[in-house]
């Protein structure tokens, strides 16, 4: 079955960019969409923003200026970078494979910290 | 995009049926049968546990089931347990091809 592993630093640095990696193995990373969702400590599920197997994108509106989300097929990952990180950042990002309008298979979760 | 509105807080004695709803808009909730719902237990990732508004993943009890109604879909669940005991959110699609999640409830098990 398909399974979700999220990898990067768990340490960013306030003003830099947080960059997180989700490989996917078990299946094929197409013709899905991809997704990425976040949860600051204590507080609820935001979504952050998905990616088509094509590349197409949508992204959450109060993330759209810093978030970028790409997919490379060749590898079977898509990746998250976040610009200029902030202490509101901080959360366990979670990456998903997006089936229509639900998300059905989920990873385990990574924790970032933005702290100097 | 605002969050879909749910309760923030629900709660039930083993045996019985609660109900948890999430209210939306025309522009998510109302206007597209993209509603899913997700549970979350303490340290776990959300796993989903309806789609489509009514439709239930393989392996998912029964006990749960969904609807909805104008701009506000429900998540009921039958037959309480205590492994229900867990955060639920709802999401939706929305008009601007984005998603959007509810603020998420806690149930309790009595």
């Known amino acids: 079955q398909v399974q979700l592993q999220e990898s990067g630093p768990g340490l960013v640095k306030p003003s830099e960019t947080l960059s997180l990696t989700c490989t996917v193995s078990?299946?094929?990373?197409?013709?899905?969409?991809w997704s990425w969702v976040r949860q600051p400590p204590g507080k609820g599920l935001e979504w952050v923003g998905y990616?088509?197997?094509?590349?197409?994108?949508s992204y959450n509106p109060s993330l759209k200026s810093r978030v970028t989300i790409s997919v490379d097929t060749s590898k079977s990952q898509f990746s998250l970078q976040l610009r200029s990180a902030t202490a509101a950042d901080t959360a366990l990002y979670y990456c998903a494979r997006l089936a229509g309008g639900f998300m059905d298979v989920w990873g385990k979760g990574t924790t970032v910290t933005v702290s100097s | 995009q605002s969050a879909l509105t749910q309760p923030a807080s629900v709660s039930g004695s083993p045996g019985q049926s609660i109900t948890i709803s999430c209210t939306g808009t025309s522009s998510d909730v109302g206007g597209y049968n993209y509603v899913s719902w997700y549970q979350q237990h303490p340290g776990k990732a959300p796993k989903l546990m309806i789609y489509e508004v009514t439709n239930r993943p393989s392996g998912v009890s029964n006990r749960f089931s969904g609807s909805k109604y104008g701009y506000t879909a429900s998540l009921t669940i039958s037959g309480l347990q205590a492994e229900d005991e867990a955060d639920y959110y709802c999401s939706s699609y929305t008009s601007s091809s984005t998603l959007v999640f509810g603020g998420g409830t806690k149930l309790t098990v009595l």
């Open positions: 990616v088509y197997y094509s590349g197409s994108t």
């Open positions: 078990g299946g094929s990373i197409s013709p899905y969409y």
